[in-house]
């Protein structure tokens, strides 16, 4: 098993920063070999992919050249850095692990996921 929680979250302005944490654990979970990934979901709305680190970093086009991803393998810590936020930024945020990766593969989708943390809101006031 492996347990994900997610901090950071909060209220901030648009135009403002925030940078949320994702700490896992497990017994034999190996951080270093996994993929993790943040993905947001809005009221009403589906469940949708933001960034994701493994072999390589890839982004949702709604965050590219904004969001940063970013991991800490000592730490077994992602982190997702969130600059130039807007309201439609606003939503729960997801961290996600697998616990492989491919190199070539791009892990987009939430069916790529194992696990998954409880959430945290991010609320973007304009």
């Known amino acids: 098993q492996v347990q994900l929680v997610e901090t950071g979250g909060g209220l901030v302005q648009a135009g403002g920063s925030l940078r949320l944490s994702c700490a896992a654990s497990?017994?034999?979970?190996?951080?270093?070999?996994?993929?993790m990934g943040w993905f947001r979901q809005a009221p009403v709305k589906e469940r949708e992919f933001v960034a994701s680190?493994?072999?390589?970093?890839h982004y949702g086009e709604s965050v590219k050249g904004r969001f940063t991803i970013s991991r800490d393998n000592a730490k077994s810590t992602v982190y997702l850095q969130m600059n130039s936020l807007k309201p439609e930024d606003t939503a729960v945020y997801y961290c996600?692990?697998?616990?492989?990766?491919?190199?070539?593969?791009?892990?987009?989708?939430?069916?790529?996921?194992?696990?998954w943390g409880p959430g945290t809101q991010v609320t973007v006031s304009s």
């Open positions: 497990g017994r034999t979970f190996s951080f270093s070999s996994s993929a």
């Open positions: 680190i493994s072999w390589n970093t």
């Open positions: 996600a692990a697998r616990t492989y990766y491919s190199f070539g593969y791009y892990y987009t989708e939430v069916k790529d996921y194992y696990y």
